[in-house]
């Protein structure tokens, strides 16, 4: 069983940025985010192949959110930028065994999710 253990939620105002990290304890081919804000259902944000070949991020996202990923420590991260109140949410680190599958949210593995407030 693959655990996925993210970091860098917290705090930021309006505008800013923050990192998230999410680190595999076994290599996984498809990685990425989702988010679930406050009364809402949780939301693809971006997902990554193994190869970082195929990127794919939601409309509400592009341009603002950068995904990265490194192999060696089976690790992924998400740069999120010019924050907005509306993106406030508990963001979710998952995996899947194909991206065809990560992108219908059939996902293998879940982290615990971490906090991201973003306040005007």
């Known amino acids: 069983q693959v655990q996925l253990v993210e970091s860098g939620g917290g705090s930021v105002q309006a505008g800013g940025s923050l990192r998230l990290s999410c680190a595999a304890s076994?290599?996984?081919?498809?990685m990425g985010w989702f988010r679930q804000a406050p009364g809402k259902e949780r939301e693809f944000v971006v997902a990554?192949?193994?190869?970082?070949?195929?990127?794919y991020y939601s409309d509400s996202v592009k341009g603002r959110f950068t995904i990265s990923r490194n192999n060696a420590k089976n690790a992924v991260y998400l740069q999120m930028n010019t924050l907005k109140p509306g993106y406030t949410a508990v963001y979710s680190c998952?995996?899947?065994?194909?991206?065809?599958?990560?992108?219908?949210?059939?996902?293998?593995?879940w982290g615990q999710g971490t906090q991201g407030t973003f306040s005007s």
């Open positions: 076994y290599a996984v081919y498809a």
């Open positions: 998952a995996s899947a065994g194909e991206m065809a599958r990560m992108m219908k949210s059939d996902i293998d593995y």
């Open positions: 990554i192949d193994y190869e970082s070949e195929k990127i």
